[in-house]
């Protein structure tokens, strides 16, 4: 089975203090950046997974600098090119699905990682939360919220689903 990279969202968010002076570390997954500026996999995994896609979007409403948008299956994406980081959307967003770090404006470029770079991958795990980002030989697994984000990494994430609001 082909090794993946498995990021835990939760253990991101459990970081103590990471609103304050220290950003957590940025893994950076460079296929998937190309076209605007450099984004964390957590930012890319919090819109495919953690975001409710709500159809009018406040989030994209509220952005003083057009930098949200919907692609066509109604994944949010940010140019980061043109974010002012107001945190306009963090706030406005009625599940808080936004971590507000992702928004810095001025992120330190030395805090990013690329994952597919086996040293890289190595720092970017040593300054991660403990167990956050691990090697692991899985494939996709829903039942335990286990999720492909792409070919190289897998998401645990507590995925909301339609089916949620049936079963309460
Ligand atoms: S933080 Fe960036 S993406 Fe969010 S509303 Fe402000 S400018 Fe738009
Ligand atoms: S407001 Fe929040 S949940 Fe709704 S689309 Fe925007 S980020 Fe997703």
Same mark, same amino acid.
């Given at each position: 089975?082909?090794?993946?990279?498995?990021?835990?969202?939760?253990?991101?968010?459990?970081?103590?203090?990471?609103?304050?002076?220290?950003?957590?570390?940025? +893994?950076?997954?460079?296929?998937?950046?190309?076209? &605007? +500026?450099?984004?964390? %996999?957590?930012?890319?995994?919090?819109?495919?997974? *953690? !975001?409710?896609?709500?159809?009018?979007?406040?989030?994209?409403?509220?952005?003083?600098? #057009?930098?949200?948008?919907?692609?066509?299956? +109604? /994944? %949010?994406?940010?140019? *980061? &090119?043109? !974010? /002012?980081?107001?945190?306009? !959307?963090?706030? =406005?967003?009625?599940?808080?699905?936004?971590?507000?770090?992702?928004?810095?404006?001025?992120?330190?470029?030395?805090?990013?990682? #690329?994952?597919?770079?086996?040293?890289?991958?190595?720092?970017? =795990?040593?300054?991660?939360?403990? +167990?956050?980002?691990?090697? /692991?030989?899985?494939?996709?697994?829903?039942? &335990?919220?286990?999720?492909?984000?792409?070919?190289?990494?897998?998401?645990?994430?507590?995925?909301?689903? *339609?089916?949620?609001?049936?079963?309460?």
């Amino acid at each position: 089975m082909t090794k993946k990279i498995l990021i835990d969202l939760e253990k991101f968010r459990s970081i103590p203090g990471k609103r304050g002076d220290e950003s957590p570390p940025e +893994g950076l997954y460079k296929p998937s950046v190309k076209q &605007n +500026g450099l984004k964390s %996999i957590r930012e890319l995994a919090v819109f495919n997974m *953690t !975001c409710r896609n709500c159809v009018d979007a406040p989030c994209v409403a509220v952005c003083p600098a #057009d930098a949200l948008e919907k692609d066509p299956q +109604g /994944v %949010i994406s940010r140019s *980061t &090119n043109l !974010c /002012v980081s107001c945190k306009s !959307c963090v706030v =406005i967003c009625p599940f808080g699905t936004m971590m507000s770090d992702f928004f810095e404006y001025h992120r330190d470029k030395d805090n990013y990682y #690329d994952v597919l770079n086996e040293h890289e991958l190595e720092l970017f =795990i040593k300054r991660s939360p403990k +167990g956050a980002v691990e090697v /692991v030989e899985l494939e996709e697994d829903p039942e &335990n919220e286990i999720y492909s984000l792409n070919k190289h990494i897998l998401v645990r994430e507590h995925k909301w689903k *339609t089916e949620n609001l049936k079963s309460n």
